[in-house]
């Protein structure tokens, strides 16, 4: 390996299989910015319950180990956004998925 090989592996370090991973269902989680305030209790529901699920396998993935707590922190987070969607808590869950958000900004930021 080169001086050529160097951008290949800067965008490897950068995209891991866990970032692009993370990258995705984070992404596929923005949805609910649009499903909140339709109270669209199904499809928060499908979407809290798949990707909190999701998000908790792949931080096994992981190879930076010191952010995996907080990797399942954040899975713990969204699973919040559905538990107040199934007790009717509009508000819990809108405060959980601004805190998700802040928490996946901030991971996002300095795990990979």
Same mark, same amino acid.
């Given at each position: 390996m080169g001086a050529a090989d160097e951008p290949y592996e800067a965008f490897d370090a950068e995209n891991t299989a866990f970032g692009l991973a993370f990258a995705e269902l984070t992404t596929f989680a923005s949805t609910i910015d649009t499903l909140l305030p339709r109270r669209d209790v199904r499809h928060i529901l499908l979407? +809290? &319950?798949?990707? /909190? *699920? &999701?998000?908790s /396998? &792949? *931080?096994? +993935?992981?190879?930076?180990? /010191? /952010?995996?707590?907080d990797v399942y922190a954040l899975a713990e987070k969204l699973a919040e956004v559905? +538990?107040?969607v199934r007790d009717g808590d509009w508000a819990a869950a809108e405060a959980s998925w601004s805190a998700f958000q802040t928490e996946a900004d901030t991971i996002e930021a300095r795990a990979f």
């Open positions: 979407l +809290t &319950d798949t990707v /909190a *699920a &999701d998000l /396998a &792949d *931080a096994s +993935t992981m190879s930076n180990l /010191a /952010a995996r707590p559905g +538990t107040a």
